[in-house]
């Protein structure tokens, strides 16, 4: 086959960019292992079984050099680095105060903005992914990715108070299969205000397998507070809800889900 009016290195140049440039940016290359932070978003109270057995934390004067309140930072940071920054392992490192200059050029980026192509990246020297420089950095990152309190003022945020009807968390629902079918990522606020069990933040990357026979998705997404391995959200048709996963911190069950970051006041 004969391409006309280009050159034949110029055009599979062009063609080799664009793929490239294409797989870079799509959720569907995402690794738990190599793009998310490896500590965590501490939460302010003690749990056990989903359930506050101790406020000794919160009301203590001199409270330790604890991580909390980040939940949507992390999440939003994650997205980010995923999209604008790349890793260049075979570079020497560079020193703190360059690091906190390019941390904060990336976390400064819109996270609904389209990927950027790999060469207008954000570099990182001297380490293979996300993971790991944030193990070797965590209290520089913690520093530089942003402020708790501001994710809270979001206007977004004010739609817990009254988006309570099961027809929106459908439409919810349809939202998040079409921007994981364009292969991008979802941010889901997961509240269940007045209740108040959750209010929290995780990222949803990808279904954990098939659509189940009776119409449930399963999805895997990345939860700040368990940097550890992905956590599970469902989406149970026949209630028109969704479902987190039980763990220390929440008892398990519903939830409603609010997209965040997904566009300008979001």
């Known amino acids: 086959m004969r391409l006309k009016g280009c050159r034949s290195c110029g055009c599979f140049a062009a063609i080799f960019l664009a793929v490239s440039t294409a797989q ?33 934390n919160f009301f203590e004067r001199k409270k330790p050099d604890r991580y909390t309140r980040r939940c949507f930072v992390m999440t939003r940071t994650v997205e980010q680095f995923y999209k604008f920054a790349r890793f260049d392992p075979n570079s020497p490192l560079i020193d703190e105060s360059e690091l906190h200059k390019r941390i904060r050029a990336v976390t400064r980026k819109p996270p609904w903005h389209d990927p950027l192509p790999p060469e207008k990246r954000v570099v990182f020297p001297g380490y293979h992914n996300l993971r790991e420089m944030s193990q070797a950095h965590s209290r520089l990152m913690q520093r530089n990715i942003g402020l708790g309190w501001v994710a809270y003022l979001r206007p977004g945020n004010f739609r817990m108070f009254y988006l309570h009807n099961r027809t929106y968390q459908e439409k919810t629902h349809q939202e998040l299969e079409q921007t994981l079918a364009r292969g991008e990522f979802f941010i889901a606020y997961l509240s269940d205000y007045p209740i ?60 409603r889900v609010f997209q965040v970051y997904g566009k300008v006041l979001q």
């Open 24 to 56: 870079a940016g799509s959720a569907a290359g995402f690794s738990y292992d190599r793009d998310t932070l490896a500590f965590a978003n501490t939460t302010v109270f003690a749990y056990e079984q989903g359930k506050i057995v101790s406020h000794h």
């Open 196 to 255: 108040l069990h959750i209010n929290h933040s995780v990222l949803v990357y990808t279904h954990d397998g098939q659509r189940s026979s009776d119409g449930t998705d399963h999805y895997l997404v990345y939860d700040p507070n368990h940097p550890d391995a992905p956590r599970h959200l469902k989406w149970l048709p026949a209630k028109r809800e969704f479902n987190y996963q039980k763990d220390q911190e929440f008892v398990g069950g519903f939830t």
